[in-house]
Each structure stands twice: as C-alpha cells, then as structure tokens.
C-alpha cells in the first residue's frame, strides 16, 4: 500500500476521534521546569503515561517513542540504545533531540546515542514531549524537540512491591524488581533489572545491568529528594552487512572480536519550597560515564583501535516561579540559572595494554557553560495564553590532542548564543484550541565534531572550531479535546544556519549554508468504548539543503539523507475481558536516501518498512502473565544504512525478525 493511502485510511479512521486514557486536566507534567497542570503546560506538548507504557506492546524506550508522531528511530550501531530523530534531522538526529531524565540532560558532549537502555521502563512515571521547543528552559539541542523522562518518586502513604521476569527468543532473559515505601512525611523507592540477550545477530549479545533508587522528604512547603542512577553495558558488535551479505548470510558478521562497554552512574539532589510570593526550585547533578570499545582491523591493516573514554559533568539549576495577577489577568514568572561543567578524556591504542604506554590519541576536552532564562506566561481571560521566553548563554569549548604537539590539534572557542520563543493559545470553545509559536534555537558541537584524529595536514590530529547551529523555528497547530477525546494537528517550518553536519565526500564536519525543515504532523485517539482504544498519526517531512556548494558538490535543493518523507503509526489496545487485555502498534516508515548520499544521487533508495508488534496479558489476582510478538509480520528490514560513493553497493544494520518474549509479573 502506498503511504498517501495509508495515511488516508488512518485519517479517515481515526479523525472522528481524540486521545484520552485519563483525563487530561488530571495529569501533571513539569515542562516548565515547575509541578503544574496538563492545561496550564506549553502547548502542543505530548504525554505519555505509566499506565499507557506497561499496556503497549513495546520492549523498549526508542520502541515506544517511535509510535509518536515526528519521531523516527534508527539503529545505526548494532546496539541496544537506537538513534532518536524529532522532525527530519538525520544521522544528527541524536543532537538536535535533546533528552532529559527528571529535567537533567542526558546528552552527552560526544556523538553517542542516549543511553535508553540505562532507564527501567518499571521506573518511568511519564514522558512530556515538546516537539520544536524546550531550548529556552533547556539549552541546546532542543531544535527537533525536547522529551523529558520522568521517572517515579514516593508518594505519601503508598507500600508496592513487584518482581517479574521474562524470557524470550535468542536467549532472552529478565529479571526486575521494584519496591515503594513512602509514610507521611518521608518515603523510598528502588528499580533494579538484569537483562542478558543474544539478539539477532551473531557476535550482538548484551548484558545490561541497572539499578535506580530515590529517597524524598516532603512536607506543606517543599520537598527534598536524592536520586541514584547506575548502569552497566557489556555489548558485542556485529558490525554492519554488505548488501550481498543481506541476502546470503544476513545474521552473520565480519567483526567478531568487537565490542563495547558503558559504566554510568548518575546523582541528584533536588527540592523545590514555597516562599510564600513564589516558589524556588533547584538541583545539583553529577554524572559519570566510562566507555571502551575496541574495533579491530579485519584487513590486516594494522590499525586495531582499543578506545577508553570518561566523561563527566557537574550541572547546578536554580529557579524561581512567581504568579501574579496584573490588569486582570493571571500571570507567572519562571525565572532561572544553569550552570554546566563538562570534562571529557578519551584515549585511543591499537591494543588494551597500550592504551596508558603508547596511545595513539589522548583527547582532553571541556566544556562550560553558563546560561539565564525567562519565561513569562499570562493567561487573559480563561481563553487566551500568552507565552514569552529568552535564555542568554555563554560557552567555552577547549579541545586538546596531547599526543601531537602541532598547534593546530588543540584550541578553545567562546560563544554566545541565544534562544527565545514567542508563543500563543486560544481557546475557540471548552474543547477546541488554535496555536501558533515562534522562535529561535541553537546547538553546540561536539568534541567529535571539532576533533579528527586523522583530518590533520600529516594525516594527524586537528581541531577544528566550528560555529554554533542556529535555528529560526515557526508552528502553527490546533487542538480538540472533549471529555475523553483529542486530535492534534500542526504544520512547522524550521530554517537552519551554520548546521553541523558530517560531509563524507570531504571527510570532515563542516557549518552547512541554510538548510530547512517543513512538515505535517496529525495524531488522534479515541477510547471508542469502555473497551477500546485507539490512536493514529501521521507525519509528512520535508528536509532539504536550501542552497550550496560543497567540496565541488552542488547541494541546492537536494533531500537530507536518513529522513522519511511519510511516517504512519496506528494501535489499538483492546480489554477483552476483566482481565486480559490486548495491545498491538502498526508502524510504517517510508523511503529514504542512504546515509552519505547528500546529492541523492545513488541509484536506490532506502525500502520503506512496516513493523507490527502485539501483546496479550492476562491477570490472576496479583500475577500477570504475558506474550508478546514483536515484527509480527516477520519482515526483513533495517532503519539505517549508508551508501558507498564508488560503487551501487550499501552496508546496513539488519534489524530482528519475528521474536516472542514470555513475561510473569507479581505485585505485592
């Protein structure tokens, strides 16, 4: 089926229909960095509930994510922890998505996937999505769209306690537990999993161990709450396959002795209390992250390289919430400061024993940054909001190679850049909203980015400074929620300058001339009946080089690679009796053009895909058992591939065909 057709029949199914599993004005989301209601939040902002996490058919978080309209999900290591695209980025769709855990960034200063695989699903409370926003109380990265993970804290007067368990196709296996105890004043509560998988492919077997615990105190006038994150990753790499080798051999690999190690650990102390006026906020967090990985030369080149990688960050984030009211309207003042400090070392040797004797690399990177924000909301009437924000931020960036004494291998850069957005809601009816939203936005680059270890004059280390990406972002949208019932629909525009990008036939990391982003997004649900619901979306993405010549390539009006002009999501989820429920997801992805083909000139384009995944649980008393199937269909895929400039041959990341997973869940 074509996807114009697609999308039509999922229109035409679901428009009569809105979402609403719960309420919409019962939820409460921290979008603006404070506790408010789901109607006071930014507009055209996405929630995703813990209820709506544990009935989906999914497995894990880029799984669920992928259903939302304007995201794209892609694996492009052979990994656990996929790349997450909002609205037509790309391969740097990671950085240009900023991620949060509990209001804390979770990208790193590197060009590496977030870490998804690091948070227990059990753990998540919900999941605030802000498509094209999130830069003024954020910072960068936020250009595609800021999703913000919240993960449960103790509630007064609650005792729980759960363990389940899982096992599934290609040596599967789950065990998680999770207890909560919270008494009036005080509470608990702790996540722990160990996931061990063979997966797919040969040489992809994974063993990931977490662990996630809080402690809270809170009273009438505030709260105070410390959270641990730890996490460990031991994954083998398969490597990517040859188009050839998709057809003869597609689970094998050509890179058996690589693999990759993550070690993280994560800290937070937060408390928020009223001042009586107002009410201030503020955390402090650390994070620490070890990598290693080794990628050895297949060719017998000699240039096996052993990787050793320590990042870490201390970020500090008071803030002051202030309501008014003033000519009769009801205003509020969020008013901030983030400090960041960013230190980064990674050393590179053909083997383990050399890496401390004889690397061949040792970068030394930091970043710090120092930003004020504010944003002002004022609500006229009961119809109309107003929406005004600016951050203001200063950055340093030094990066260093020690191994090469050559001037050009270190440098540091300052800059300032700025974000703010102007946005405005009104109400047509108790049900019906129009909005519209303007802004600009920003992201830095990475230490990947302006270090090469080979882009040298001698075939040696360089750094190259480049200038921060700037974005002017425009939306228009409209809303319908009814009782249990919503629609969304908007169509945005977003025009680059200076993007970052990695330009494969000059094998460097350049600022691009303009660039742009437009697209049409629509999603609907409906709970149909007591028994059934529903939900739907569609997004249509246009993603072009504006104009330019690049290293002798003209590039005016050609398509950015790895985005998808159409993208179709429908679920439904289905409680056929007391106790047993049904849940399914149909996702389609159209066709794109291959990584490395900027001038859309290879001959073929990525196949378009269509993956379906279901679930069926039932309960006994407090036991629920369950099964579900993931690529139903059993069709042979893969969301990432990159073309070779010198011939009509491609190498991709085949994803899992059919699998099932058999799960048992007991709560106390």
């Known amino acids: ?182 008494g009036q004043n005080t509470g608990f509560n702790i996540f722990a999993s160990d996931f061990t998988s063979d997966n797919y492919r040969e040489n992809n077997r994974l063993v990931q161990k977490n662990a996630n615990g809080s402690v809270r105190a809170f009273g009438a006038k505030g709260d105070i709450g410390l959270v641990i994150d730890l996490d460990s990753q031991n994954l083998r790499l398969p490597g990517a396959r040859t188009n ?33 006026f107002g009410r201030f906020a503020a955390d402090l967090g650390y994070r620490d992250v070890d990598r290693t990985s080794f990628l050895k030369d297949y060719s017998g080149g000699g240039f096996d390289t052993y990787t050793d990688t320590q990042s870490k960050v201390w970020t500090f984030t008071p803030r002051l919430k202030v309501p008014y009211v003033a000519a009769g309207a009801q205003h509020s003042l969020v008013v901030g400061v983030d400090l960041d400090s960013w230190d980064y070392l990674s050393s590179r040797a053909a083997s383990r024993d050399l890496i401390d004797t004889n690397p061949s690399a040792r970068i030394t990177a930091t970043q710090r940054d120092e930003a004020m924000f504010a944003q002002h909301n004022s609500t006229f009437g009961e119809s109309t909001k107003l929406t005004l924000g600016a951050r203001w931020q200063h950055t340093t960036i030094a990066a260093q190679d020690s191994v090469n004494p050559a001037a050009y291998a270190s440098g540091s850069k300052s800059s300032h850049p700025v974000a703010w957005e102007i946005g405005l809601r009104q109400d047509l009816s108790t049900a019906t909203a129009v909005y519209g939203r303007v802004g ?61 990008y990695f330009f494969v036939p000059t094998f460097s990391n350049i600022n691009l001339p303009a660039t742009h982003r437009r697209g049409v997004e629509l999603d609907a649900s409906a709970a149909i009946s007591p028994a059934v619901s529903l939900f739907g979306n569609v997004s249509v993405t246009d993603a072009r080089f504006s104009e330019g010549v690049i290293g002798g390539v003209d590039l005016t009006g050609k398509v950015v690679p790895l985005v998808p002009r159409f993208k179709v999501n429908a679920g439904v989820t289905w409680q056929l009796a007391a106790r047993t429920r049904f849940s399914g997801v149909a996702r389609f992805v159209g066709m794109q053009y291959y990584d490395n083909d900027p001038d859309n000139t290879f001959p073929t384009r990525m196949p378009a895909y269509t993956v379906v995944d279901v679930k069926l649980t039932h309960t006994i008393d ?35 065909d059919q699998t099932f997973l058999l799960t048992a869940e007991y709560r106390f």
Do not use: C
């Not at 070690?263 to 937060?270: E, I, Q, Y």
């Not at 700037?470 to 525009?493: I, K, M, N, Q």
């Not at 269909?633 to 899992?656: E, G, I, K, M, T």
């Open 622 to 656: 407090k036991l629920t058992l369950g099964i579900a199937i993931n690529n139903l269909l059993n069709n042979l895929y893969y969301s990432y591939a990159v073309a070779s400039r010198s011939s009509p041959a491609f190498n991709a990341y085949p994803q899992a």
């Open 1 to 182: 089926m074509k996807p114009s057709a697609i999308a039509a029949v999922l229109v035409v199914f679901v428009s009569p229909f809105a979402l609403a599993q719960i309420p919409q004005d019962e939820i409460v989301v921290t979008a603006t960095r404070f506790p408010e209601l789901r109607l006071d939040a930014p507009i055209g902002m996405t929630v995703i509930t813990a209820k709506q996490i544990s009935e989906s058919a999914v497995r894990s978080l880029p799984q669920l994510l992928s259903q939302e309209a304007g995201i794209v999900t892609r694996d492009n290591t052979g990994g656990p922890d996929s790349q997450i695209d909002m609205r037509g980025f790309g391969i740097t769709g990671d950085q240009n998505t900023l991620v949060l855990l509990n209001g804390q960034r979770l990208n790193e200063i590197e060009l590496t996937t977030i870490g998804w695989t690091a948070i227990p699903l059990d753990s998540i409370e919900r999941i605030e999505i802000l498509r094209g926003s999130g830069a003024v109380l954020y910072g960068g990265g936020a250009t595609g769209g800021t999703i913000n993970i919240i993960t449960k804290t103790p509630q007064a007067g609650t005792v729980a306690a759960n363990v389940a368990g899982s096992t599934g196709t290609y040596r599967t296996n789950e065990v998680r537990a999770g207890a909560s105890v919270a």
């Open 440 to 500: 600009q936005s920003f992201r830095l680059p990475t230490v990947d980015e302006v270090y090469s270890q080979f882009g040298g004059p001698n075939f040696d280390a360089i750094v190259t400074l480049l200038e921060p990406q700037t974005s002017h972002d425009y939306e228009l949208g409209a809303e319908y929620r009814g009782g249990p019932l919503r629609v969304r629909a908007s169509v945005f525009a977003i025009y680059l300058k200076n993007e970052i």
């Open 244 to 276: 050839a080798q998709l057809e003869t051999d597609r689970r094998g690999t050509a890179t058996p002795d690589d693999f990759a190690t993550r070690d993280g650990a994560r800290v937070s102390l937060g408390g928020s209390y009223d001042l009586g």
